[in-house]
Every structure is written in structure tokens, then in C-alpha cells.
């Protein structure tokens, strides 16, 4: 996990999001019910961003991706392309190690309904971009889904039409990182056929090349 000291184990700003992980633990108290810090390399040229943590993955793990449906085809293509030693995270003491990728959240603490308000997002903000700040030069950033998207364009001060989110696309940012954006892979996007394992490891085809391209 990267120790990272931007990052508030026991941050509050956001009362809806407190409130009601102090409600989750008291239902389900072997969870983690905090804000889920970032996981893996902290030198890492690849950094994926996906919305907020899920009820019964992250938020009950404390680690992102892990323990749920929406972690399986990130970790299968991690693991296929090279960053993960393992291919499934079931939980913290599974050995899980990452190699030249982060993973973290738009959003650090489990909304109500996987819906953070925009001002939830707004305020967590500062947080993605801090850790934006550690990337090396000519790191690429994967957004996972529309939200994690238009996080990664405020810390840029970008507009949304500035780069529009669309599956599979890349966008060239101002300090020469590239942002590369795909749906979500949570298991409605999967099981409508939204988005499949073979979209998925196109989209880290892409990032391979932008990586290369960069050494």
C-alpha cells in the first residue's frame, strides 16, 4: 500500500459520507467503514481511478477493487498485463502486490447507493490531485467510468468538453501525463455487455504503448 501522507485515514468533511459509515460499521462491524486509501506501487507511471469504494468490496476490505464483482476483470487485466502478481483480491493479507500501477478512488469513502453528490466529489478532490502530483513525467491515468473521468479533468483545471469521456479514448494533459478513460467495469456494466474482458485488455494495449512510448 503507498504510504501516503496526503492522504486522512480519519478525514470528515463530508457529513452525508461520515454519517453513514458510522451506520455501516455498527451493521457490519469487521468492516473497514473508513475512506480507502490508494493501494499499490507508489512509483507508478500508471494510476487507475475508479469512483468510490462498494459497500461489500473496498469498504469492507479498506483496499480498492478488492473483495467485489467490479474487481475482478481490473485485476484480471492487471494481472495479465503485468502489474499484479496474482489475478483475484479477495482481501488485505492475500499477498497482493502491484508493480508500476496505483489504484484509487475518485471519492475515498462508500456513498449511499454508490452515488456520491457532486459536492462529495468537489471536496475529495484535493486528495486525487495530490497523488496526480507524485506521478513521474509521462505517467499514464485510467479513469474508470464518467465520474472518475470528470475528477481527473478538475484537478486540471479542464472542462468536460475539453475531453469528452467515451470508452477507449486518450487525451493528452497539460503537465504530459495522458489521460485514458473506459467504462466502468462494475457488474451491471458487465452484465449488459457494456464492457468485456476483451475491451477492457484493449484499453491496457493502448496504455502498454503510451507507457513504451514514454521510457
Given at each position: 500500500m503507498s504510504n501516503s501522507s496526503y492522504f486522512k485515514q480519519d478525514c470528515k468533511a463530508c457529513p452525508r459520507l461520515s454519517e453513514f459509515l458510522c451506520?455501516?460499521?455498527?451493521?457490519?462491524?469487521?468492516?473497514?467503514?473508513?475512506?480507502?486509501?490508494?493501494?499499490?506501487?507508489?512509483?507508478?507511471?500508471?494510476?487507475?481511478?475508479?469512483?468510490?469504494?462498494?459497500?461489500?468490496?473496498?469498504?469492507?476490505?479498506?483496499?480498492?477493487?478488492?473483495?467485489?464483482?467490479?474487481?475482478?476483470?481490473?485485476?484480471?487485466?492487471?494481472?495479465?498485463?503485468?502489474?499484479?502478481?496474482?489475478?483475484?483480491?479477495?482481501?488485505?493479507?492475500?499477498?497482493l502486490q502491484l508493480s508500476n500501477c496505483r489504484i484509487t478512488n475518485a471519492v475515498k469513502c462508500l456513498p449511499p447507493q454508490n452515488k456520491p453528490t457532486g459536492d462529495e466529489i468537489k471536496q475529495c478532490n484535493p486528495y486525487l490531485a495530490a497523488e496526480i502530483k507524485t506521478l513521474p513525467k509521462h505517467s499514464v491515468i485510467l479513469a474508470l467510468g464518467n465520474i472518475a473521468h470528470q475528477a481527473v479533468l478538475r484537478v486540471y483545471g479542464l472542462k468536460s468538453g475539453e475531453a469528452k469521456f467515451a470508452h477507449h479514448v486518450s487525451f493528452a494533459l497539460p503537465d504530459g501525463n495522458t489521460l485514458v478513460s473506459s467504462y466502468h467495469c462494475s457488474r451491471y456494466n458487465v452484465q449488459t455487455k457494456r464492457?468485456?474482458?476483451?475491451?477492457?485488455?484493449?484499453?491496457f494495449v493502448t496504455i502498454q504503448n503510451l507507457l513504451s512510448a514514454r521510457d
Open positions: 451506520e455501516v460499521k455498527a451493521k457490519y462491524p469487521a468492516y473497514h467503514a473508513l475512506p480507502v486509501p490508494p493501494f499499490g506501487d507508489p512509483e507508478a507511471r500508471l494510476l487507475v481511478v475508479g469512483l468510490a469504494p462498494g459497500m461489500h468490496g473496498a469498504n469492507a476490505t479498506g483496499r480498492p477493487f478488492t473483495g467485489d464483482y467490479a474487481g475482478l476483470l481490473l485485476y484480471q487485466a492487471l494481472y495479465d498485463f503485468g502489474y499484479s502478481n496474482q489475478l483475484e483480491s479477495t482481501n488485505l493479507a492475500d499477498g464492457l468485456s474482458m476483451e475491451m477492457l485488455a484493449a484499453v
